[in-house]
């Protein structure tokens, strides 16, 4: 069962990819509870996003999206139970995420940036790195914490 939801999953998104546009997938461990939401890249055919998933554990989940041009999104979960939500809006942005061990969460939907590297790192167990509210990302970033920290992302116009 877990073949055929795979393989469908693939279909969609080689459906979804542009020629320019790559989606890399790696996925170990044999859980059957390990699963792939999505994986989209969206944006200018021309130039190209490309967007790598590499997964080993149980219980992992992802959903990502890339909106604009030349984005490079790594996308690592080694370990179980870890959630990893990452929606990118902008052009020429690198963006690497490891979550390395259990019960980790990542939440950042609708993050626009352009021309940015982020680096966002969680280790250990039990960690959370959350976006409330707008964010807005212009500065290189590098965030990393470790086992069962929190933290919290607002980006606030006054």
């Known amino acids: ?3 055929l ?4 999953c693939l279909s969609i998104i080689a459906l ?3 020629a320019q546009s790559d989606v890399f997938w790696k996925q170990t461990g044999s859980g059957t509870n390990t699963l792939v ?9 021309a130039v190209g996003s490309t967007v790598l998933i590499d997964q080993a554990g149980t219980g992992n989940k992802l959903l990502t999206s890339s909106q604009g041009s030349a984005n490079a999104m790594l996308l690592r979960q080694t370990g179980n139970q870890n959630q990893l939500e990452l929606n990118l809006i902008g052009n020429g942005n690198h963006y690497t995420v490891d979550q390395i061990g259990n019960q980790n969460v990542l939440t950042m939907p609708d993050v626009r940036s352009n021309n940015v590297d982020v680096q966002l790192i969680q280790r250990g167990d039990g960690n959370q790195l959350i976006r409330e509210g707008s964010l807005s ?22």
């Open 1 to 3: 069962m877990i073949r």
């Open 5 to 8: 939801l795979l393989t469908f």
């Open 16 to 18: 979804s990819a542009s």
């Open 37 to 45: 939401q999505q994986a989209i890249v969206s944006g200018n055919a």
């Open 137 to 158: 990302v212009g500065v290189p970033m590098r965030i990393e914490q470790t086992g069962g920290m929190k933290v919290i992302l607002t980006n606030n116009h006054l």
